[in-house]
């Protein structure tokens, strides 16, 4: 079955620099959450899209940005990367609001030097 | 705001043995309420759910869970551990609207030979 993408798997940056992450939804999932991990960290929640649409947000720094396509898939623009920034991104799908469970890719590891 | 607190941060347990993972949740209503695995470097799997009904909830890998309103707890338990077992878990709540899950903070497992 197919599962959540993201791409790169690994993305090294400098500081100051900017990224961008990006998630492919399960197909025919119109909800797509991020939520970026620190090392030893449990996931935080930073924003949600359901149909295109910002359906929530959490932790999101300013210098963060993102976005979903018509084709449902999402991006994470990241600007003026600090070393703080470094750690495990995951993208998770879902089908609409119903309480079914979200589905998580194998996350994008950035490390920020 | 709901909360979720995962009170062992370490568990280690031999082979074969029985293994009871403790999770407590904070939250005004009834929340829906997740067991997600990740091991190193991969991505977060879900074992099993709540939202509703029979409050003992069976989930892959033979893991169980149960949820005891009185206690606001959903505790995972899995009868006989297998080396592979050997993860870190993390137990997760979520509102009936909306989309955003609260992680506790994991509990990491080892399993002895």
């Known amino acids: 079955a197919a599962g959540v993408i993201q791409s790169p798997r690994h993305l090294i940056k400098e500081k100051r620099e900017t990224a961008t992450l990006k998630c492919y939804p399960i197909p025919r999932h119109d909800t797509v959450y991020w939520y970026q991990q620190g090392p030893g960290q449990d996931p935080q929640f930073l924003i949600s899209f359901y149909e295109k649409m910002q359906s929530d947000k959490g932790s999101i720094p300013d210098r963060f940005s993102a976005q979903q396509f018509s084709d449902y898939h999402s991006e994470l623009n990241m600007s003026s990367l600090e070393l703080g920034d470094s750690a495990l991104y995951f993208c998770?799908?879902?089908?609409?609001?119903?309480?079914?469970?979200?589905?998580f890719g194998q996350g994008t590891r950035l490390t920020v030097v | 705001a709901q909360s979720v607190t995962q009170p062992d941060i370490h568990i280690t347990v031999s082979e074969g043995a029985s293994l009871e993972l403790r999770c407590n949740y904070s939250y005004g209503a009834t929340p829906y309420l997740f067991w997600y695995v990740q091991s190193p470097g991969q991505g977060l799997q879900l074992l099993l759910k709540?939202?509703?009904?029979?409050?003992l909830v069976q989930g892959i890998k033979g893991f169980e869970a149960e949820f005891k309103r009185s206690q606001s707890s959903f505790n995972l338990r899995k009868p006989s551990v297998h080396w592979s077992d050997a993860a870190e878990y993390f137990c997760a709540v979520k509102k009936a609207a909306g989309n955003k899950l609260t992680f506790g903070g994991g509990t990491r497992v080892l399993v002895k030979p």
């Open positions: 709540y939202f509703s009904g029979d409050t």
């Open positions: 998770a799908s879902s089908l609409d609001l119903r309480p079914t469970e979200a589905f």
